[in-house]
DNA sequence: TGTAAAACCTATCAAACGATAGATATAGAC
DNA sequence: GTCTATATCTATCGTTTGATAGGTTTTACA
C-alpha cells in the first residue's frame, strides 16, 4: 500500500491484454463492502487493515493491489457514499434548483425543503448499510481524516447549500444569508446525529430499533421545524416572544 | 496500568503517612488536563499515552500510578468533565425542576427551557478547553467506549430528560411524551453538533471563530426553535401545511 | 540517622500494525 | 507448450503501543 493510486486494469497495446484472474471487480466489491461496514462502525484508525482482509478473505497485501494502502480504501469508501447519496437526493435537489431558478414562492420552496429532507432521511434509513454510511460520514466530518474533503467538497456542502437557498427563499432574503445558512447547518445536523448517532437516539427515546415508523416520527418534527421557518416573527405571540428572548440575553 | 483502580492517598496507621513525595495532586492535575484535550481532539485509540506523558513532563508509569490505567485515564477525563457540567447547568436545571412541581405555565416553561439551553451553550463556548470537552463527548456518545455510561447517565439523560419534561409542559403533555422527547434530542443534538462539529460549522457559516457573537446567532435561531414549540399545530395556515405534509409522505 | 510512604524513573517486553519482498496461481493469446 | 497480464499469496520487516519489572528520588517523622 505504498501506491496511492490503485491499480487499474491497463489496456496493454498486447493481445494478452484480456489474460490473468478474472475476479479482481468482484473482490474488490467484497472488499470495499466490508470496509465500508467496518469504518462504520469504529474509525479510521480502530480498524485495522488485518481485520479487513480477514473478513473478506483475502490476504493482507489484496487489499493494497486493490486499493493502495488503507488511506486509499478509506476514500474508496467515501467515494461509493458520495455516489449513492447522489443517486438519491439528486432528484428532489434538481427540481429544488429548477424551482429556485423559476423564483418559486416561499411555500413552493417550504414543500420543496420537505422533499429534500425526506429524500436525504430515505437514504439514511432501512438497512444496517445506510447505518454504517451515516455513521462513517459523521464520524469523518466531525473528525477530518483522509476522506474529509471527498465528503465535504462532494456531500456536505452540496446539501447545506441548496437546504440554504431554499431557507433563503422561504425567509425571502438573499441567497447568502446567514441565518438561512445557519437554519440549514442546523437541520441537516440534527437528521445526520439522528441516524449516526444511533447508540443515544435509541437508548434516549427508548425504541429497540429505527425503522419506517420512527423516521416517519422523526421527519414529522422536523417538518413542523420546517413550516415554523420565517414564521415565529408574524406570530400575534410577538410579546411573548420578545420578553423571552430578553430573559435569555444576559450576554 | 494494570490496577483500574487508581491508587489514592491511603491512610496509614503509622505515624509516617504524609512522608513522601508532596507533588502528586499537582501532577495529577496537569496530566489530567493534558489528557483532557488530547482526547478532546481525537479518539481514544488515536491518543497514545505516550504523547501524554511527554506532554506532561512525566515519564509513562506516572500515568499509571495515578490513574491506574488508559481507560483509568479516559473516565478520569469524563467525571471532570461531568462535575464541570454539572457546576454549570444545576442552577438554570434546578429552577427548571422547582417551576415544574409547582406546576408552571407553558410559557414559564419555555422561558425556562431557553435559560436551559443557554446554560448549556454557555458551557460550551470561550475556550480551547470547553471546545475539547464539547468533542470528548461528542465523540464518546457517538462512538461508546470506556466512559460511554459516565457521560451518558450523568450528562446526557439528565440534561435530556429535564429539556423533554419543559418540552412536554409546552406541549401541555405528559412527561413520557415520546414527541417531547424526541423535540429534546433534537435540540439538544443540534446544540452539541454545532459545537463539537467545529471544522465544518466554521467552513459551512465561512467563520474565522466561534465566539459569543456566533453562539448568540446561534441561541437565536434554537430560541425561534423553541419559540415555535406546539405553535405550529395552531396555525392559521394548517391547510398548506397539511398539503406539505402529503407531498413529502408517499411512504 | 533510619524508616517508610509517596511519587517518580529507566529499561524492557509482548503484541499489534501497515507495509513490503518475493513468490505463486490464474487465464488468455499465440 | 511459452509468454504475459492479472490477481493473489506467505513470510517478513520496522515501527509503534500499552504495560510491567525493578529501581530511584523525595519527603516527613521518630
Known amino acids: 500500500m505504498s501506491e496511492t493510486v490503485p491499480p487499474g486494469p491497463k489496456t496493454s497495446a498486447r493481445a494478452a491484454a484480456n489474460a490473468g484472474y478474472r475476479k479482481g471487480e468482484e473482490t474488490r ?11 462504520g462502525d469504529a474509525s479510521f484508525r480502530s480498524v485495522t487493515t488485518r481485520q479487513i482482509a480477514e473478513a473478506s478473505g483475502v490476504s493482507l497485501p489484496a487489499l493494497q493491489y486493490h486499493f493502495g494502502d488503507k488511506e ?27 424551482a429556485l431558478r423559476e423564483d418559486c414562492s416561499a411555500e413552493t420552496a417550504r414543500a420543496h425543503l420537505k422533499a429534500l429532507i425526506g429524500a436525504l432521511a430515505g437514504l439514511l ?23 474529509f474533503e471527498i465528503l465535504y467538497e462532494s456531500l456536505w456542502r452540496p446539501g447545506v447549500e441548496i437546504t440554504a437557498r431554499l431557507i433563503a427563499r422561504i425567509l425571502a432574503s438573499t441567497d447568502g444569508d446567514p441565518a438561512a445558512r ?15 448517532g444511533r447508540n443515544i437516539t435509541l ?3 427508548h425504541w429497540s430499533t429505527i425503522g419506517p415508523q420512527e423516521m416517519a416520527t422523526v421527519l414529522s418534527t422536523l417538518n413542523a421545524q420546517i413550516d ?7 406570530r400575534p405571540a410577538k410579546r411573548a ?7 435569555a440575553s444576559p450576554r
Open 125 to 147: 434509513v432501512g438497512s444496517k448499510e445506510t447505518e454504517s454510511w451515516a455513521q462513517f460520514v459523521a464520524r469523518e466530518l466531525r473528525d477530518p481524516g483522509p476522506a
Open 72 to 98: 486509499g480504501l478509506y476514500r474508496a469508501c467515501a467515494a461509493a457514499i458520495v455516489e449513492r447519496y447522489r443517486s438519491h437526493t439528486t432528484a428532489a435537489a434538481a427540481k429544488a434548483r429548477e
Open 203 to 205: 437508548r434516549t427515546m
Open 182 to 196: 445557519l437554519q440549514a447547518l442546523l437541520l441537516i445536523s440534527s437528521l445526520l446525529a439522528f441516524q449516526s
Open 29 to 39: 466489491k467484497r472488499i470495499l463492502d466490508i470496509a465500508l461496514r467496518a469504518f
Open 228 to 234: 415554523a421557518i420565517g414564521r415565529s416573527r408574524s
Open 241 to 247: 416572544t420578545a420578553a423571552g428572548r430578553k430573559k
